[in-house]
C-alpha cells in the first residue's frame, strides 16, 4: 500500500522559502500524477498544485508566481517551491494523487508556519 512521507516544513519568516518533498514509497511518484494540498488551521483541505504523468504542471490561481510544483524522477519525489512566503500560508502540507479525497490514505504532513 502507498504510503506518503512529507518533509521540508518549519518555521519562516515572511518573504522566506521554503522547498517542501515528497516521497511515495510503495508507488513511483514518477510514474502517476501528484498534488500537493495544504490545511490551514480551521479550515478544510485544499489544492495547491498538481503534476501530470508527462509533466504538465498547474498551480492554483492565488498562488501562482509563488510555488513551483516539480518531480525528480531519479530519487522518485516531487517537490513544491514555495518562494515569498506569507502569513496565510501557514498550513499543514500533504502530497497525494490529484483525486484524493476524506477517504484516501494521507501521510502526516509537513508544518510550515509563516511568522509576520
Known amino acids: 500500500q502507498v504510503q506518503f512521507v512529507e518533509s521540508g516544513g518549519g518555521l519562516v519568516q515572511t518573504g522566506e522559502s521554503l522547498r517542501l518533498s515528497c516521497a511515495a514509497s510503495g508507488s513511483s511518484a514518477s510514474r502517476t500524477a501528484m498534488a500537493w494540498f495544504r490545511q490551514a488551521p480551521g479550515k478544510q483541505r485544499e489544492l495547491v498544485a498538481r503534476i501530470s504523468i508527462t509533466g504538465v504542471t498547474m498551480v492554483v490561481n492565488s498562488l501562482r508566481g509563488r510555488f513551483t510544483i516539480s518531480r525528480d524522477s531519479a530519487e522518485n519525489m516531487v517537490h513544491l517551491q514555495m518562494n515569498n512566503l506569507k502569513p496565510e500560508d501557514t498550513a499543514v502540507y500533504y502530497c497525494?494523487?490529484?483525486?484524493?479525497?476524506?477517504?484516501?490514505?494521507w501521510g502526516q504532513g509537513t508544518q510550515v508556519t509563516v511568522s509576520s
Open positions: 497525494n494523487y490529484p483525486n484524493a479525497n476524506s477517504y484516501s490514505k
